[in-house]
């Protein structure tokens, strides 16, 4: 069964430094997403994608944050001045716009800011 | 403002117990309802969903949901637990209309233990 795939699994950054999460969605879904799950919290939407566009998000997804499809396949977040608040597990998602579909998650990524 | 509760921080049952986890929506349509399981340090699983139609979902894992709209309710339930099943359980929702690509809204989890 196709799975959407996450790099690296854990990362450890410096405060100040620029992070790139990575995903590999689903290959013929449409629609990807972050989230991000702060240590014992609940998990939070931050931004979806569709159509090379951010179609929608959250007011966490500060000018801090982006997004991007660099090659068809990858879809990335980056982080461009960490902060020790942004020590989380982060989720990519995709969905393939499909009557009754769901969003396909992937194992997430692990990012301790030091 | 849509928003999805999740009254029970942590819940204790025997194994062989049965099991019934609370999760109450707000929203003025009918929204989409999930739930999805995580284990310790493990990605999110769907168990079960909800969009319309039978108002019992039949999920994996033997999990089953009804949904209530009277009480704007979706409580999962499992007749009989089994240590594997000791997770974080959370309950969701995704608003975005007859399309499920809109952003989905987690509740803030139910922990559940098992007792042997």
């Excluded at chain 1, 699994?9 to 405060?15: A, D, G, K, P, Y």
């Excluded at chain 1, 449409?30 to 951010?54: A, D, T």
């Excluded at chain 1, 068809?72 to 998602?93: H, P, Q, V, W």
């Excluded at chain 2, 499992?78 to 509740?107: M, N, Q, R, T």
Aim: negative net charge; contains cysteine.
């Amino acid at each position: 069964e196709p799975e959407v795939t996450q790099t690296p699994s854990h990362q450890v950054t410096q405060m100040g430094q620029e992070v790139i999460l990575r995903c590999v969605p689903i290959s013929n879904h449409l629609y990807f997403y972050w989230y991000r799950q702060i240590l014992g919290q609940k998990v939070e939407f931050l931004v979806s994608f569709y159509n090379n566009e951010i179609s929608e998000k959250s007011e966490i997804f500060d000018d801090q944050f982006s997004v991007e499809r660099p090659d068809g396949s990858n879809f990335t977040l980056k982080i461009r001045s960490t902060k020790l608040e942004d020590s989380a597990m982060y989720f990519c998602a995709s969905y393939p716009e499909e009557v009754r579909g769901t969003q396909y998650f992937g194992p997430g990524t692990r990012l301790l800011v030091l | 403002a849509q928003s999805v509760t999740q009254p029970d921080i942590h819940i204790t049952v025997s194994e062989g117990a049965s099991l019934e986890l609370r999760c109450n929506y707000s929203y003025g349509a009918t929204p989409y309802l999930f739930w999805y399981v995580q284990s310790p340090g493990q990605g999110l699983q769907l168990l079960l969903k909800y969009f319309s139609g039978d108002t019992l979902v039949q999920g994996i894992k033997g999990f089953e949901a009804e949904f209530k709209r009277s009480q704007s309710s979706f409580n999962l339930r499992k007749p009989s637990v089994h240590w594997s099943d000791a997770a974080e359980y959370f309950c969701a929702v995704v608003l975005g209309g007859y399309s499920s690509a809109s952003k989905i809204i987690f509740g803030s989890g139910t922990r559940l233990s098992i007792r042997p």
